[in-house]
């Protein structure tokens, strides 16, 4: 057993896969030498040499557009987008072949690679750093998107990404990277895709949340429980793509009070579709109107202000109240 | 010292076999068997009727829009001739030709411009990749596929093809960008068949070749004469040979024409001179390729009534079985992923309820041809 961060954790599970199966390969800008912006591929280039950890040209779509005919090909290729921000250089051919090529090949050639990249905000970036896009990724069809919130699962998530036949987007929330370590066992683990879990069991309401802002998620349970008296249960989605509807249903039937709370904005993002599914699929089980405490219909501000955007404890504990009190 | 022209050690040329009248140059001609030049021919003149009998299909409604190949034979098909099967061919739209070569069966190809994600079964025995619409996004996944020839050092490559229009996209340079660096045996073909829909080659670029875009990524340029199937396959044969032997990647500028619309959805006539059109029918590479062949004996009027009557029937049954094809209505929602999620289950179960309901006429899928 060892503690780690999410950093060391991501290079842990890069590490693994890549001893295991000699077809996984690592691309994208300064991954080789310098072992990535934030040090994740670190050691990489050194244990497994500049064919399997490349350095490429600054150029994103071509860092996808190899991807896909690398996995074309038979390679498992674990992609590295240096930003989220820059993620949009690649949009087309994520939307055009990675998702695409399954299908229209009736299963012919699959695109099992991995595109990994710093996600979201909180670390006092400049512009085009803190971009949470995920609802863009889960628009499309074809895709699995996951987030992971701790050093356990990023490292179990990521070898389920790798080793999955589909392509996935992995994104790795920058405020977690080094906010806290966990310890992580000996033998490599997976998680099932689409599965998550309950970070914490609460009786009064549902707080439905992911990535970085499950922190904050789980710090406003605790304000609630000590300072209120209210059992928050919360929800740890890990996928947003799929969604585990099974755990979102169990946990709102169990307590009919619900707060979903994720940094990206509001309109049309994952909380819009968790909302839709539970009124769909359990709105006789609600005590009270659903409440989301999410980012805002707004760019992100630049950073000197990203923390009045960004959902906190305070915000989260706020709409529960409010929900609480219905 | 201070100013001099910087020598680049690159090679950049232009290439052609066969004159305009199908005269050959000796010196250059390709030692090819008398059955495969036979069999070409055969190729490109399926080609052209496959072409044709597209065209009729759209007007009666019967497949969705379509885009001609048609004076663009010789250019995909030379390239496709000099293929391995192990070899990977990845198109753009244009390469009617090249995908008959590579065993690409007529009535997929119509399952294709019919609107069936059927007609992108790929080939058993290729290596191909199907059609692919945006505009050069097909590099980049080209440019990988080279990648992993090379990872995997079977001495296979990798032949991509995009339009003169594809050069002005950044997919197409940052694909050669790569291929450069990484010394990937790819062989980048343009077809340049002198129109973007309505923009002309001119509009397109202020370079006076598209083959010189090469040297700006560090690869060899050819310019061929992509009318003369010969020179196209002099070119390709010398770029697979290089690619093979790990000399890297080769830029090949086929100089063509598109002699029918972009698609049937756009009236040429709108854009381009009538007697521009008629300028390059008489570069037609279908006619060179059988004024060669008849010079050298190999070609008469009997031996050609005989194909057509062969591509004829082809034809007819390809036809047939295209018309007979019934999709499963509800097999778009089976192969997003490996195993379908529980969402796509839940869709699914909601719309056979829905289209399966009692008491109400089933639904069909909607066929192009009725």
Known sequence: MAELTVVKAINLALAEAMRENPRVLVLGQDVGVDEGVFRVTEGLLKEFGPNRCIDTPLAEAAIVGAGVGLAISGYLPVCEIQFDGFSFQAFHLVENHVRRFRNRTRGRYTVPMVIRMPYGGGIRALEHHSEAPEALYVHLAGLHVVIPSGPRNARALLRAAIFSPDPIIYLEPKALYRAFREEVPEEPETLPIGKGRVARDGSDLTIISYGATLRAALEAADELDQEHGISAEVLDLLWVAPLDDELIHTSVRKTGRVIVAHEAPRRCGVGAEIVARIVEGSLLYLEAPIKRVTGFDTVIPYFANERTYLPDAGRIVHAALEVARF | ?370
């Open chain 2, 1 to 370: 010292m201070p100013r001099e022209v910087l020598k680049i050690p690159l090679r950049l040329e232009s290439l052609a076999v066969l004159s305009a009248q199908g005269e050959v140059d000796a010196s250059l001609e390709p030692q090819l068997p008398e059955s495969d030049l036979r069999r070409l021919y055969k190729t490109m003149l399926t080609s052209r009727r496959l072409d044709e009998r597209c065209l009729q299909l759209q007007r009666q409604g019967r497949i969705g829009t379509f885009g001609p190949s048609r004076g663009q034979e010789a250019a995909s098909l030379g390239v496709a001739y000099v293929l391995r099967d192990d070899d990977w061919l990845v198109p753009s739209f244009r390469e009617l030709a090249g995908m008959l070569w590579r065993g690409w069966p007529m009535s997929r190809l119509l399952l294709w411009w019919g609107g069936h994600e059927a007609g992108n079964i790929v080939p058993e025995n290729v290596c191909d990749l199907p059609m692919c619409i945006p505009i050069a996004s097909q590099c980049q996944y080209g440019m990988g596929i080279a990648w992993g020839c090379k990872l995997r050092g079977d001495g296979s490559v990798c032949a991509t093809f995009c339009g003169d229009g594809a050069t002005s996209e950044g997919d197409f340079h940052e694909a050669l960008n790569f291929a450069g660096v990484y010394n990937l045996p790819l062989i980048m073909v343009i077809q340049n068949n002198q129109w973007a829909i309505s923009l002309p080659r001119s509009a397109q670029t202020a370079a006076q070749t598209l083959a010189q875009k090469a040297i700006a990524y560090g690869m060899d340029g050819v310019q061929v004469d992509g009318n003369d199937l010969l020179a196209v396959i002099v070119a390709m044969t010398e770029a697979v040979e290089k690619a093979r032997t790990g000399g890297g990647p080769t830029l090949i500028e086929a100089v063509t024409y598109r002699l029918a619309m972009h698609t049937t959805a756009d009236d040429p006539s709108k854009y381009r001179k009538a007697e521009e059109v008629r300028e390059w029918e008489a570069r037609d590479p279908l006619l060179r390729f059988r004024r060669y062949l008849v010079n050298k004996g190999l070609l008469d009027e009997k031996i050609e009534a005989l194909m057509e009557e062969e591509i004829a029937k082809e034809l007819g049954a390809a036809v047939q079985e295209y018309l007979a094809y019934r999709p499963d209505p509800y097999e778009f929602l089976h192969h997003m992923y490996a195993e379908q999620t529980p969402e796509l289950r839940r869709q699914e179960s909601e719309l056979r309820a829905y289209l399966e309901r009692p008491a109400e006429r089933p639904a069909q899928v909607e066929h192009a041809h009725g």
